[in-house]
């Protein structure tokens, strides 16, 4: 189609714009970018600074801390966090469960529940409390970045 000012488009019956002219999207009307694209390129210096600038996008300080969680006795082991980019336990119980839940305790009942050796890991990141539970002594470990 190519790029076509408004006052280009074609008329159907009656002078009604067609199903095909509603397609075109104006260069004014176009989303820009928050950082300019850079566009391929061949020389090795400018193809590694596109990838760090890349790289730079994706970096967080991540934090990770292990340790024994106490029989029936549920633990609030993050405060909310608006600004958690990322979160993942680690149940290295080998025999008993471990149960996780986000803005309130967890039971047996209620709750993630994750077997020995398990690994939890979300799509999307909580934001608020992160708590945990278990009916016997559970070792875990947990890593997350803000």
Do not use: C
């Not at 067609?18 to 090795?44: G, H, Y």
């Not at 790289?55 to 958690?84: K, Y």
């Not at 680690?90 to 209620?110: C, K, Y």
């Amino acid at each position: 189609m190519g790029n076509r000012n408004l006052h280009e488009f074609q008329r159907g019956p009656r002078g009604a714009l067609t199903a095909r002219d509603l397609t075109v999207i104006p260069p004014w009307m176009k989303l820009r970018s928050a950082r300019p694209a850079i566009p391929e390129q061949t020389d090795p210096v400018l193809m590694m600074l596109e990838k760090l600038l890349k790289a730079a996008e994706r970096q967080a300080n991540f934090q990770m801390f292990s340790r024994t969680l106490a029989a029936n006795q549920p633990e609030n082991i993050l405060p909310a966090a608006p600004n958690r980019e990322y979160f993942l336990v680690q149940n290295r119980s080998g025999v008993d469960p471990l149960f996780v839940g986000f803005g309130a305790e967890p039971s047996v009942t209620s709750g993630i529940s994750l077997p020995p050796g398990g690994i939890y890991e979300p799509f999307e990141v909580p934001q608020n409390d992160v708590w945990l539970a278990s009916t016997a002594a559970v070792l875990f470990t947990v890593i997350y970045a803000q």
